[in-house]
Structures are given as structure tokens and as C-alpha cells.
């Protein structure tokens, strides 16, 4: 038996047992298993502080990596982590807009508040994040409870705004900037396993896919300076960090002109600086766009050995009329044809997805092209999605969603059930290979195994042996069985 985070095919929806997977399939379960917990680099902090916060994130992993952003804003003012919910004088929210559902979510989650501020007195409850950045002041009037409303790109100004709301204002600030990155914030590690950290090299998104609304949310695109991405890296290194992935929502379109130097940076020359950082370090990125992915970058992979061989490749759907409608630029061919090429240079090279099921149109052939698109693939995972609708994209503005609910949860039902069967194929072609695992933690299941996770993005769990080890070390670990979830082995 597994538990949700040792799926490699489910992790970010998170579903062991079909209980679960019927909650994805009918929108309960958005996102990964960190969805709304709260975090803090202490479960008790000895440090005194003027203020204590209390901070709770949904979505992407950007929006993971934001929080921290956000905490090393506000620590600079005197304010401390909690993650106990009654102790804390600020209560954030950082939201995800990206489907319908993870808005329903923040609103149930904030009438959990209410009781909390009534009983505490001035406390102040915080949104943050895309939902802010969609709803605005709107947010205010809908949600009494709400104090402050502040988008992706104001973390800066949340002190003078947390000021503000003391004295009984309610405060916004949802400016969108072309050129915020927070480069020189160093950002407070809230769920440190102390082995892997997530360092965001960009923000923003110019591509527009119809169906999407983080363009909306979190603006234009613009690349962080890459000396601040490699200052970063290399202090994680240097504090024991061994595995560094580079966040972006396109991260190959990563693009930084260095006035001082007069160079001018790409993605491919971005992860060389950062693997030559150290040997040691493990480099991974996520995400990649499939009309974006060069071959110079599949190359820089190949050549150094401690890039990960793993790329998030998302298709959407298979089918390229659907896929212009989507308007993701790239054809069922051209994405085939990557995958190719991506197994030309890499052979050994773990490959997922995201995959949206019932978007507008969508007729039987191409649920069944996007099918044959998994199939030819052969995805080690997938995060899959029913489509919903957002507000002022230009799916919304263009085309109607006229696939009915049960139409859309069938559907995504049969590509999970695809999926489930590509991954333990996946796992079935790994038995008696030989991996280097780097060991994250004890197992979930038990202290007496570790848990780690090999290049290709596959956790794999084995027994702790006599020697010495430790979280952040690395092994050699040999595939001994596995499950549709998990690779099951034994150091050698
Ligand atoms: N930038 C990444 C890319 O293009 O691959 C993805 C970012 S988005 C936060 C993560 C995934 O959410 C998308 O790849 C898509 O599959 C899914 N998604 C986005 N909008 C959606 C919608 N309206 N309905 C269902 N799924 C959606
Ligand atoms: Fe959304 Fe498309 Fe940008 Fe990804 S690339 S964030 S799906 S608009």
C-alpha cells in the first residue's frame, strides 16, 4: 500500500483509493497534497516576535514558493511563522484561481475564520494570491470577514498594509508589475525537508491558452536575475540542500539581458551555471512548454549528469483541433515529435503531463486522439483535469462549455484509468535496474525505510540498511518490485 504522496502517477492530485479519485473527478481535490497547510520553519519558534502569522497555501508551486516570499517580507518586520492557527495575530490565505473548484475552496476555508476572528480581536484575516488578483476589491464586499486583498506581484507593500488594516482600513493592493521578481528576497523555507527547495526563476505568462486565467492573475511574463537565482542555489547548497527545481510557468522561455556583463542569459545557460554549482546538486525545472523546449536545452541535459532526467511536458489534449482552439500553439504532431526527440537525446528520461478532459467541443475522436497521445507518450504520470471555466479567459469570452458534467468526469475517468496503467507499466520496465536515489526521509509507512526519489522523478522507498545513513545523502539503489505508485528497492 501506498499513501498519496508516494504516487508518482497521482501526485498532484493525490489519490490512493478511488474514494479519492471520485473527490478529483468531481473538483474536491485540486491540486497536490500540500493543498491548504499551513507551514512554518518551526513547530515551535524560540524567537520572540511582534506579531505572529499564520499562513495557508493553495495551487501551483509557485504559489508555494510565494508564501515564502512572503514570509521573509514580513520577518523582516518583526513578524513570525505560526503554524497554529489560534496564536496568530494575521491569518493569510494564498489562493489559486486555475479551476472553479480551488476558488470554492478558499471560500469555504474562510467562513472556518469567522468563528477564530470573532473570538480573537483585532485580528486580521489576508488574501493573497491569484483570487485576489481576479476579484480585487470585489473580494471585500463578498467576504466581510477580509481585511486585506493583495496580489501576486504587492508582497512588497504588505507591512505598510497590514499598517493600514490596524488602524481599521480595509487595504488593497492588486498592482500587477512588468517587472517585479522579488530577486533579492531570500525566501524563508516554511516546509523544509532541508534536501529539496523550489527556486523561482521567473513569473508571469504571455502565452494565453484560452483556457487559462493565469495570465490574468499573475501578469506578464519577466525572467529573474540570474545571479539572484544562482546566489540562491548556492546557499541552499552550502546550508545542505541537494536538489534545487527551477520554477517558472514556462521556465524555457527564461530570458535575462545582464546589463552589468552585457550577456544575455537563456534557460539552457541558466541550468548549466546551476548544475556547475556543485555535482552534488540535483537540477530539475518545472514547467515546460512543448513549443518552447529546445534542443539545446534536452542537450545541457545530457551532458551533466546531476540535471535530473524528467521533464513536465504538458499536452492539454491530443487532438490539434482542439489544441488551436486551446490555442497552445503546437500540433498532435509537433508534441509527438518532441516526445521523440526528447527520447532521441534522453533516452532514460522520465516524461509527464497535464491533460484537460471536456474542454469546449470536445467530441469522442478527440478524447480518443488525446488517449492515443498518453499511449504513444507513455507518461510516467499525469495531473489530470475535468475543464472549467474561467472568467474573462478567452475560452469563456469565445466558445461554450457544452460538455456536459458527466461527459467531462467520464472522460477524465478513462484518462486516469489510462494513466494508472501507463505508470505501472512505467514502473514494471524499471525492475532490476540500478538508480542513484536521493534520500529525502524516513517512509511514510515506516522508519525503518527511507524514501527518496530517483532521476526520473519516481519515488522509490527501500530499507534503511546497517550503514550510516542520512537524509540528503545518495544511493545506489537497485529496483527490487514496485506498485503503480511507487518503486520499491535495495541499496546495493
Ligand atoms: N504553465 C503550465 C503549462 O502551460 O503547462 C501550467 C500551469 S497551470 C497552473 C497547471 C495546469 O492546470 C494546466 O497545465 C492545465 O492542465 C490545468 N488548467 C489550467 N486551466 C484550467 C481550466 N480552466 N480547467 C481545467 N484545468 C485547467
Ligand atoms: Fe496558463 Fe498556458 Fe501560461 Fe501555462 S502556458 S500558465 S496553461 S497560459
Same mark, same amino acid.
Not at 153 to 157: C, I, L, M
Not at 249 to 253: G, I, L, P, R
Not at 315 to 319: D, E, K, L, P
Given at each position: 500500500m501506498t499513501d498519496c504522496h508516494d504516487l508518482p502517477g497521482f501526485r498532484y492530485i493525490c489519490s490512493s483509493k478511488f474514494a479519492r479519485l471520485m473527490e478529483l473527478m468531481t473538483g474536491k481535490i485540486q491540486d497536490e497534497k500540500r493543498q491548504g497547510e499551513a507551514y512554518a520553519p518551526f513547530a515551535q519558534d524560540p524567537n520572540q516576535y511582534k506579531k505572529r502569522f499564520y499562513i495557508e497555501s493553495y495551487g501551483c508551486q509557485m504559489n508555494f514558493a510565494d508564501s515564502e516570499v512572503v514570509a521573509s517580507i514580513l520577518n523582516q518586520e518583526g513578524f513570525g511563522a505560526t503554524r497554529n492557527l489560534e496564536e496568530a495575530d494575521l491569518i493569510f490565505i494564498n489562493t489559486c484561481s486555475i479551476r472553479e473548484k480551488a476558488e470554492q475552496t478558499v471560500r469555504k476555508r474562510l467562513t472556518e475564520f469567522k468563528k477564530l476572528k470573532k473570538a480573537r480581536k483585532g485580528m486580521l484575516v489576508g488574501v493573497l494570491g491569484c483570487m485576489a488578483e481576479r476579484l480585487k476589491a470585489q473580494f471585500l464586499e463578498e467576504e466581510k470577514l477580509v481585511d486585506l486583498v493583495v496580489g501576486p $506581484?504587492? &508582497?512588497?507593500?504588505l507591512p505598510a498594509l497590514v499598517a493600514e488594516a490596524e488602524t481599521g482600513q480595509k487595504a488593497v493592493n492588486v498592482l500587477l508589475s512588468r $517587472?517585479?521578481? &522579488?530577486?533579492d528576497i531570500s525566501p =524563508?523555507?516554511? $516546509?523544509?525537508?532541508?534536501v529539496s527547495a523550489f527556486v523561482s526563476i521567473m513569473r508571469g505568462c504571455n502565452n494565453m491558452c484560452s483556457f487559462c486565467v493565469v495570465p490574468f492573475t499573475r501578469g506578464r511574463e519577466r525572467s529573474r536575475d540570474a545571479a539572484s537565482i544562482l546566489q540562491e542555489c548556492r546557499d541552499l547548497f552550502e546550508k545542505g540542500y541537494r536538489e534545487v527545481t527551477l520554477l517558472g510557468?514556462? =521556465?524555457?522561455?527564461y530570458y535575462f539581458a545582464d546589463e552589468v556583463s552585457g550577456q544575455t542569459i537563456t534557460f539552457a545557460g541558466l541550468m548549466k551555471s546551476v548544475a556547475d554549482i556543485s555535482p552534488l546538486l540535483r537540477v530539475r525545472f518545472s514547467t515546460s512548454h512543448p513549443k518552447d523546449i529546445t534542443d539545446e536545452v534536452l542537450k545541457v541535459m545530457a551532458a551533466y549528469d546531476n540535471i535530473c532526467k524528467y521533464i513536465h511536458l504538458p =499536452?492539454?489534449?491530443?487532438?490539434t483541433r482542439v489544441l488551436q482552439l486551446m490555442n497552445r500553439t503546437y500540433t498532435r504532431e509537433w508534441y509527438l515529435a518532441k516526445v521523440d526527440r526528447i527520447r532521441e537525446i534522453l533516452p532514460d528520461c522520465g516524461i509527464s503531463s497535464d491533460i484537460i478532459a471536456g474542454f469546449c467541443t470536445e467530441e469522442e475522436t478527440d478524447h480518443q486522439d488525446t488517449l492515443a497521445v498518453m499511449e504513444y507518450s507513455r507518461y510516467d504520470m499525469s495531473y489530470m483535469f475535468f475543464y472549467s471555466e474561467r472568467p474573462g479567459t478567452l475560452a469563456q469570452r469565445r466558445y461554450t462549455d457544452d460538455i456536459p458534467l458527466e461527459v467531462k468526469k467520464r472522460r477524465l475517468q478513462e484518462i486516469v484509468d489510462l494513466q494508472g496503467r501507463l505508470s505501472l507499466e512505467s514502473n514494471k520496465r524499471d525492475l532490476g535496474k540500478i538508480c542513484t536515489v536521493l534520500i529525502e526521509g524516513d517512509s511514510k509507512r515506516s522508519d525503518q525505510d527511507w524514501m527518496g526519489r530517483n532521476s526520473q522523478n519516481k519515488v522509490i522507498v527501500f530499507p534503511k540498511d546497517n550503514t550510516v545513513r542520512q537524509k540528503g545523502e545518495y544511493v545506489t539503489v537497485e529496483v527490487t518490485g514496485c506498485t503503480q505508485a511507487t518503486l520499491l528497492g535495495r541499496i546495493i
Open positions: $506581484d504587492a &508582497y512588497r507593500s $517587472d517585479e521578481t &522579488y530577486a =524563508v523555507r516554511l $516546509d523544509s525537508n532541508g510557468q514556462n =521556465v524555457d522561455s =499536452v492539454q489534449s491530443g487532438s
